[in-house]
């Protein structure tokens, strides 16, 4: 079975009614890493890479494992930074590959249950407007909401409306989970549970990648 066809049997909603997908030949990776992340570099030298097109959108498949154990991600092609005001992990990322959209053979990680991890879409939503509709939960405890949201980007939007967030400048790392049932988490100084988190032992957007790229080597 091919790479696609193992995508398509775990994710059979992606292609909706009526559509079709091209889908090209399977190629190995050639564009080389990333020098500071080590596990993301090694899991995309293992690396098999299928173009497909959907509708005029053009996507990578990038898979990985043996022939009875693959497990990969659909992907946007690469995206060239011009004036995103994202840190140098995010950067770095985008010159290889432009995010994810769906995922086969999955294994538990902080990616987990995401519609968009590290994609250009992520960083489109309206992380104000998400913390507005939310201001209630610090209201409650007499607070107010613990962070600037314009110092503050999506990297990952969850299937629930949760978000992972990053510090435009430093990478720094947060959740904003109002439905959530994460482990390894801690209420971010000044805001009470269930609203803005910080993942214990994953302080920033480059060790986030490096975990999460650690678990999908695994096999």
Do not use: K
């Not at 988490?185 to 990648?209: E, F, K």
């Amino acid at each position: 079975m091919r790479d696609w066809e193992q995508l398509l049997h775990e994710v059979s909603w992606f292609l909706r009614p009526g559509e079709s997908a091209v889908v090209g030949e399977a190629q190995p990776w050639t564009r080389g890493s990333i020098d500071d992340m080590p596990e993301l570099s090694a899991l995309l030298d293992s690396t098999t890479l299928t173009p497909v097109t959907v509708g005029g959108n053009a996507y990578e498949l990038l898979a990985w494992g043996s022939l009875n154990d693959r497990r990969g991600w659909l992907c946007h092609p690469p995206h060239e930074v011009d004036g995103d005001l994202v840190p140098q992990a995010h950067e770095g990322f985008w010159r290889l590959c432009g995010g994810m959209v769906e995922r086969f053979g999955e294994p538990d990680t902080w990616w987990t249950n995401q519609n968009e991890v590290l994609t250009v879409d992520a960083t489109r939503v309206r992380i104000a407007d998400a913390l507005t509709d939310y201001a209630w939960l610090w209201e409650d405890d007499g607070l107010e909401v613990s962070i600037n949201s314009d110092e503050y980007y999506a990297v990952a939007v969850e299937a629930n409306g949760n978000l992972t967030l990053a510090h435009r400048d430093d990478g720094r790392l947060v959740l904003f989970a109002p439905d959530h049932a994460f482990t390894g988490v801690t209420p971010l100084a000044g805001s009470p549970p269930y609203s803005l988190l910080t993942i214990d032992d994953v302080p920033d957007l480059a060790t986030w990648i490096e975990v999460c790229a650690a678990a999908w080597r695994q096999q």
